[in-house]
């Protein structure tokens, strides 16, 4: 039923094809569980970092298990030696360490700390600019890869550090 409203009334549902949906409905659930197993009810960048912290004061981080991610993101946000304009749409705020997400970016931080935060940060930074509107702005349109990927994060670190393996 909802899914039938959805249709008739949100511009650009009824365009936006299965796999898009999927992917956009299994990442609001996914950051749910991540939420509550992992940040407390709480998240934000400063929850991440500590969480990322104690993985790697645990020896547990893992980080090249996100190389695809953050290669993804890479090639997603940085092009012909420059932050792309998809970069500045993440919205990164002060408290997000866009200096920090930047330079991993770019290539310039890239310890196993920097690529895991950043690999989270962007992913907090969909989940967002998913539940506060901005996706909205092209009707959710372009979106499956980054969710995609996104859930691919989320899943893996479910699996490792909430139990879920």
């Given at each position: ?9 949100v511009p ?6 299965g ?7 299994a ?10 197993r ?23 981080l ?15 946000y ?24 930047a ?6 931080a ?12 962007i992913?907090w930074?969909y ?5 506060h ?7 959710l349109?372009g979106?499956?890869?980054n ?5 691919a994060v ?12």
């Amino acid at each position: 039923m909802s899914e039938k409203w959805l249709e008739e009334r949100v511009p650009g549902y009824a365009a936006l094809p299965g796999p898009d949906r999927d992917a956009i409905k299994a990442f609001a659930l996914l950051w749910s569980l991540f939420e509550s197993r992992l940040m407390g009810n709480d998240a934000n960048a400063r929850r991440i970092a500590q969480a990322v912290e104690r993985w790697e004061t645990d020896g547990v981080l893992c980080a090249e298990l996100y190389d695809a991610e953050v290669a993804y993101f890479r090639e997603r946000y940085f092009q012909n030696g420059e932050l792309t304009f998809r970069f500045d749409n993440l919205q990164l705020r002060r408290q997000d360490m866009p200096d920090l997400v930047a330079a991993c970016i770019r290539g310039d931080a890239g310890s196993a700390r920097d690529r895991v935060l950043t690999t989270l940060i962007i992913v907090w930074r969909y989940r967002n600019n998913l539940f506060h509107g901005e996706k909205w702005a092209y009707d959710l349109q372009g979106q499956l890869a980054n969710f995609s990927c996104a859930n691919a994060v989320l899943m893996r670190v479910l699996e490792r550090h909430a139990g879920f393996g």
